[in-house]
């Protein structure tokens, strides 16, 4: 079974641009989580997609959104893009929103905005 | 105050000298606790989920085990294949279903 794939790898952009990122999780599962990962802050949680609606979000500025598609695949979009938006951007599946269930990472997208 | 702390927050060991990695946490409501191993550039790795106090997982050379406030990642008689960044989770009444993760302990394993 294939994992969750993430496109692109890398990407750099530059202040001010937007960017989105693309998902696509396991067969099978309905859930997809975005996280934002940095030396300094760690795994943060962006948001959560099930069944096209947004479950759950964090604390992070409008300015970062997403969306999910019937087949379960997600992207989300940063706009007006701040040096600080560095990061690696990790997408993460399960089966569903419920209590308990593993989620499952890809591999990451390594955005740099320059 | 951090609601899920790791320590340490790195680790030295030799090849063969077994150590535990500690995850401690101060919500109420654990509806799980996970622990992942993340390599450099690379997405977390699932290992374990564990749902109740007393409850213990194995898996090769790794033992996680959970108390009411606490769980340990026990690794026996580590190889260098094992240097990684072990990361734990909290699912918790009070965050919803997210996942809220600790800083992570980076283990560095000397052959």
């Known amino acids: 079974k294939a994992g969750v794939t993430q496109t692109p790898r890398y990407l750099i952009k530059t202040r001010g641009q937007q960017v989105t990122l693309s998902c696509s999780p396991i067969?099978?599962?309905?859930?997809v989580s975005w996280y934002q990962q940095t030396p300094g802050q760690g795994l943060q949680f962006l948001f959560e997609?099930?069944?096209?609606?947004?479950?759950n979000k964090g604390n992070f500025p409008g300015r970062f959104s997403g969306r999910q598609f019937s087949n379960s695949r997600s992207e989300m979009n940063v706009s007006t893009l701040e040096l600080g938006d560095s990061a690696l951007y990790l997408c993460?599946?399960?089966?569903?929103?419920?209590?308990?269930?593993?989620?499952?990472f890809g591999p990451g997208t390594r955005l740099t905005v320059t | 105050e951090d609601q899920v702390t790791q320590s340490p927050e790195a680790l030295r060991l030799q090849e063969g000298e077994s150590s535990s990695l500690n995850c401690s946490y101060t919500?109420?409501?654990?509806?799980?606790l996970f622990w992942y191993r993340q390599d450099p550039g690379k997405g977390p790795e699932f290992l374990f989920t564990?749902?109740?106090a007393g409850e213990e997982k194995e898996k090769e050379r790794l033992k996680a085990t959970l108390t009411k406030k606490e769980s340990f990642l026990h690794i026996t008689a580590p190889k260098p294949e094992d240097s990684a960044t072990y990361l734990c989770?909290?699912?918790?009444?009070?965050?919803?279903?997210?996942?809220?993760f600790g800083a992570g302990t980076i283990l560095r394993v000397k052959s």
């Open positions: 989770a909290v699912q918790a009444e009070e965050y919803g279903n997210k996942l809220v």
């Open positions: 067969s099978g599962h309905r859930s």
């Open positions: 993460a599946s399960r089966s569903g929103p419920g209590v308990g269930s593993e989620q499952y």
């Open positions: 997609y099930f069944s096209e609606t947004q479950r």
């Open positions: 919500v109420s409501g654990l509806r799980g």
């Open positions: 564990l749902y109740s």
